[in-house]
C-alpha cells in the first residue's frame, strides 16, 4: 500500500488542509464511483482492474505469444498515452535497458509519437533484416503522427512479406465501431482490439493499449491486472487516511496558496518513463480547462 509523507510541505498548508477538503474530497469519490461528474463518460478506467474484457484479454494472450514466435521486433505507433503507460510499464518491470538485453522477447520499438524523419529512419535501421510486426494504436486513425508512421511501417511489411503476410503481422487497437483505422482493419482483415469508449487514452494503459505491448516483452500481464485489483481497492476505501484523497487534498492546498509547478523526481532510472506518463495524467487531465498544478 502506498503512504504519503508530506511532513516537509507542513509549513507551506494550512493545519486543516485535509479536514477541511473533506466533503469535497466525498463529492469527488462519488463522483468518481458512479461516473456522474465532469468527464464521467471518460471513468471508465475507475473499475476497469475488475471489469476487464476477458474475453479480449486471453485473445491480448493469445497474440503477445504469436508476435513473440513470429518477430524479433515490434513497432508500436501510437502518441501520448498510446505509447507511454505501455512504456512506463516496460521499463518499470522489466528494464529501460530492455532492448539492450539479451532476452527471449521481441525488442518494443515505439515509433509515431512524432515527426522526426531521423528518429523514424532511425527505428527502420534498428529493426535491419529482422522479423518484425506493428500494433497501430489510435482510436480515430486520423491522428497526424501515428497516420504517417503506420503508413510506413506498413508499406515495409508488405514489401517483406507480400500483403498476406502483412496482414498476419499488423495489430489494429481502435475504436470498436467507427474511425478510420477501424475501417482500415475491417477491410484488410487486421486482428482488432478496443479502445473502450469510457476510458480516456492517457488511463489506457489496462486496455489493450498497454497490455499487448507489455505482454510481447513478457511481462505477466494477469498479475499485472491483480495487483491493480488490489490497489483498486485500496484506494476505492473511503477516508483521509486513503494517500489518493490526501494527495488530491495536498495538491488543491498548495494550488490555492499559489504553489503553481510540481516535480516528480525520480532518481531509480526504471521510473523515468513513469514520469512522463505522470506528466501526461495531470497536464491533459487539468490543463486543458487552463488550470491547475503544472506538472
Known sequence: MLTLDVSKAASFLPQDYLTSRQTALEKAASML??????????TGWVYLPRDYDKEEFARIQAAAEKIRKQSQVLVVIGIGGSYLGARAVID??????????????PDILFAGNGLSTDTLLETIALIGDRDFS???????GTTTEPAVAFRIFKSLLEEKYGKDGARERIYATTDKARGA??????TEGYEEFVVP??????????????LLPIAVAGIDIAE?????AQAMADLSAGGLDNPAWQYAALRHALYQEGKKVELLACYEPHLRAFGEWWKQLFGESEGKDGQGVFP
Open 224 to 228: 499485472l491486472m491483480g495487483g491493480a
Open 181 to 186: 483505422l477501424k475501417g482500415l482493419a475491417d
Open 197 to 210: 469508449d469510457d476510458v480516456g487514452g492517457r488511463f489506457s494503459v489496462l486496455t489493450a493499449v498497454g
Open 92 to 105: 518499470l518491470l522489466a528494464s529501460p535497458n530492455y532492448n539492450l538485453k539479451k532476452k527471449d522477447t
Open 33 to 42: 464511483a458512479n461516473h456522474d461528474g465532469p468527464g464521467g463518460d471518460f
Open 134 to 140: 506493428v500494433n497501430v494504436i489510435s482510436k480515430s
